[in-house]
């Protein structure tokens, strides 16, 4: 059993962003314009390989790239920021549409002072591409060395001659008993009758003459089979 | 006897005024068609109105999805190191814990494979106290 492989608490460190759900929501599409680069390349690294061990360090920068961020927005419009993320807070689900004067306000001053522009409806959820340093993994999944196909048949290949044996077998199924007296016995539920030979092909509509001469003596209607088939197929 | 004048309550000179006491049904307010027209009309309206609001509703609800969209890197950048953060703890734990069992491997991994296996939460939480794993595993749920 191969060991698991956990990075130490000092590789793992970073500077974490202490900064509430409000605030991450107020700035997110602000956010999402201006980190667009290294949060691209987190996200592709992450899915392609499968392992946030691997991509602890562009982690790492997805971190710098936020705090830059955070940091910029304190330096320049902190009064309209906190506004706008005070009445997204107050607000019960966070819903971005009750705070529109406040967003207003605070799109105009990063606007003014920062040349941000908010991305229009729809930009974000865009498919980029995205252009990495980063070696494709093969083998993200670790899977074993797959068996190799089969040899392609060489030869001309025929249809058979009598067509498939097994055409009738899913009609009916067939049961097989031991009888003392009688050895190895055959019956078919279908027909409810006792097969001489497994193999025999049954065709719809036949019946014996004299199973109906026996309905008919008796008078009774006693179904198709007749009184004997349901005494379990013993003649 | 016809002469006698007696004072006998009769109707006034002239006669009553006429009165009318036919039935009186008029046919009033709008036709039938009309009506029709009229409720149809307020409910294409009313369709009209919510279509609008459903498309403005929709833009909205992309609004609020971008912005998970965008904070999704941070969040799994976080969330990965806190896990990883967590199972190195659990590590170092378990090396103090199991050092006289004789025959243990410290940090072995229970599958087969080496590729990475998310952890489950009860692995993670296993050394904590039980209420933080439940918090962890049910705090945000709504339902039952």
Redesign the interface.
């Known amino acids: 059993m191969p060991t698991l492989d956990v990075p130490s608490l000092q590789e793992l460190s970073v500077d974490e962003i202490n900064v509430s759900s409000a605030v991450l929501k107020a700035a997110a599409h602000h956010y999402g314009s201006q980190c667009d680069k290294p949060n691209k390349e987190f996200m592709l690294c992450r899915w392609e390989e499968k392992d946030p061990r691997k991509c602890l360090e562009e982690g790492r920068k997805v971190n710098e790239c936020a705090l830059n961020f955070f940091r910029q927005i304190k330096g320049n419009c902190a009064e309209s920021f906190t506004e706008y993320w005070t009445c997204l807070d107050y607000s019960n689900l966070g819903e971005l549409r009750r705070c529109r004067q406040q967003q207003q306000a605070f799109d105009s001053c990063v606007l003014d002072k920062l040349g941000w522009e908010r991305p229009e409806l729809g930009d974000l959820s865009k498919v980029t591409k995205v252009s990495t340093q980063r070696p494709l993994p093969d083998n993200p999944y670790h899977s074993r060395p797959r068996p190799e196909p089969n040899p392609v048949i060489e030869g001309k290949l025929e249809p058979s001659k009598y067509g498939s044996r097994l055409f009738f077998w899913n009609w009916a199924s067939l049961t097989v008993a031991e009888i003392p007296s009688q050895g190895v016995v055959w019956t078919c539920s279908l027909h409810r009758k006792r097969l001489t030979d497994p193999l025999l092909t049954w065709t719809v509509g036949q019946r014996e003459e004299g199973r109906r001469d026996a309905k008919r003596k008796r008078g009774v209607d006693r179904g198709k089979y007749g009184g004997e088939g349901h005494r379990g197929g013993g003649e | 006897m016809a002469g006698s004048k007696v004072k006998q309550d009769m109707p006034p000179p002239g006669g009553y005024a006429s009165f009318d006491y036919k039935r009186n049904l008029p046919k009033r307010g709008l036709s039938g068609y009309s009506l029709f027209g009229i409720g149809i009309g307020v409910m294409v309206f009313g369709y009209w109105r919510l279509f609008k609001w459903n498309r403005e509703r929709r833009?909205?609800q992309?609004?609020?999805?971008?912005?998970?969209?965008?904070?999704?890197?941070?969040l799994?950048?976080?969330q990965?190191?806190r896990?990883?953060?967590m199972?190195?703890?659990n590590?170092e734990e378990e090396a103090i814990l199991m050092k006289d069992v004789p025959g243990w491997?410290v940090?072995?991994?229970?599958?087969?494979?080496?590729?990475?296996v998310p952890p489950m939460t009860e692995e993670l939480f296993n050394l904590r106290p039980r209420e933080e794993f439940l918090h962890k595993r049910f705090g945000f749920l709504w339902y039952v």
């Open positions: 833009r909205l992309i609004e609020e999805l971008e912005a998970r969209i965008a904070l999704m890197p941070l799994q950048a976080e990965d190191r896990a990883l953060r199972l190195r703890e590590l491997k940090g072995e991994s229970v599958f087969h494979t080496d590729r990475w």
